[in-house]
């Protein structure tokens, strides 16, 4: 039986760390799934470690939902969550039509790149019944603007913005955060605050649960972010690594604060 929202739910509540991994193909979704990884992330991320642009704006939805459909094929048993892509949220109409697309392909909940903005379009998207993790802190997509992928929410008007945000976004529906690249303290904030499983990269030890790029863990990225770990060394195989990731995750043994977290 597939996980699902309750499973989530229910790890936090139990203090159970939740496993979190990329994939973009049946063969890798095939290894997580029997690695018993809790979720499966169909990430935009995909433009960089896939199509190896150097950021994820030129994925496009039809993109996702390949990508999507071949994960759904690898699996039996993660729960399955997927990008909303660069500019599927210009508009309510746009982001329920390619949210929905993602939906019909076999996702279990859209991740959308948030900030202030973006609680209607939850709201929305929530009523007709799309679940949402809404993602917040360095949101890729918005690389430009933030001019690089740096760090989020340092000053404290910023980070009293973003605790703000989180809130705002739960209030909206959003059944699960994602933080990315935020000082440690703020994201222990933010996970205590949160009545809602909150997944960290880049963020704390203290999060609900913990998500990495695939390729960042196996060591295939070539000059990976600070925030993650190469599980491959010591590992042996793919199926050692990816093994070991869950078993960091687990025992709160990643994370290391002031090695894969930001002050
Ligand atoms: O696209 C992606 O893979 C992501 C993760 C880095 C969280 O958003």
């Known amino acids: 039986m597939r996980n699902t929202i309750r499973t989530l739910e229910k790890h936090k509540h139990e203090g159970r760390p939740i496993t979190c991994l990329t994939a973009y193909d049946a063969g890798f979704a095939r290894l997580l799934d029997s690695s018993d990884i809790d979720v499966i992330l169909v990430g935009d991320s995909l433009g960089m470690v896939i199509q190896g642009h150097d950021t994820t704006l030129p994925v496009t939805i039809e993109h996702m939902v390949y990508h999507l459909e ?7 048993r993660a729960m399955l969550m997927a990008d909303l892509p660069f500019l599927g949220d210009r508009d309510i109409p746009t982001a329920l039509d390619q949210a929905g697309a993602l939906m019909r392909a076999g996702a279990q909940m859209v991740k959308v790149e948030c900030n202030g903005e973006h609680t209607e379009l939850v709201r929305r998207l929530v009523t007709s019944g799309i679940p949402v993790c809404a993602h917040l802190g360095l949101t890729p ?10 760090v989020q929410g340092r000053e404290v008007s910023a980070a009293e913005r973003l605790q703000a945000e ?24 933010v996970t205590r605050a949160a009545q809602v499983p909150v997944i960290g990269i880049g963020a704390s030890p203290e999060c609900d649960g913990q998500v990495l790029v695939l390729q960042d863990v196996i060591g295939l990225t070539p000059r990976p972010p600070r925030f993650s770990r190469d599980f491959m ?15 960091a995750v687990r025992t709160r043994s990643f994370p290391e604060s002031g090695v894969h977290t930001f002050t």
């Open 141 to 150: 997509q918005a690389v430009h603007r933030l001019g690089g992928y740096r």
């Open 233 to 247: 060394t010591g590992s042996g195989s793919l199926r050692g690594a990816v093994a070991a990731f869950a078993e």
């Open 166 to 189: 989180a809130r705002a976004l739960e209030a909206a529906g959003a059944q699960c955060l994602l933080l990315e690249s935020i000082s440690e303290a703020l994201a222990t904030r």
């Open 70 to 76: 071949a994960v759904v094929r690898g699996t039996e």
